[in-house]
């Protein structure tokens, strides 16, 4: 048995003793191990990562479960070739506020979607979005200090 000898339950070759195992991928910058082991360990680590990675649309980078939900999302919204979305003509409730397309086919479902609109403000000088009038105060004051304070006005036209 020259060259290999027996350590335990497994074979140790004479050429994985004082050797180091090295990893290959970019994340790990070189990383090195003592033993086949806990390389084998580590490589197992990526193996399993790698499998966790969720598909993502190349357009928008939104990740899916599988790769047949991403082709049915971008074929329903990237598609060149799809015809343009038209609003839904049953949906006739269509929210009042600047910046928000959202239609509904009720009154309640856009008295719902009404409350999501509470209390939020547009900067009057570069149109940001802000989530309450402070936040917006605090962003003119920063970033347009030489522009008069905007009065308390509300997204809605």
Known sequence: MLG???????????????ATFQCKEPTCANRSFDTRKQF?????????KRQEVKPTCPQCG?????PQAVTYHWNKEHNPLAAPKQPDPSKSYVCPYDHCD??????????????????KADCPYCKKHF???SAMYHHVSQQHP???SPSSRPRKQ
């Open 4 to 18: 290999t000898q027996r350590k335990g339950k497994r074979k140790v070759s004479s050429s994985d003793i004082g």
């Open 40 to 48: 084998m360990d580590h490589v197992r680590y990526h193996e399993k």
């Open 62 to 66: 939104l990740p899916f479960p599988s």
């Open 102 to 119: 959202r239609r509904y086919s009720t009154g309640y479902r856009l008295q719902q979607h009404l409350k999501s609109h509470v209390g």
């Open 131 to 133: 989530s309450s009038p």
């Open 146 to 148: 030489d522009k008069p």
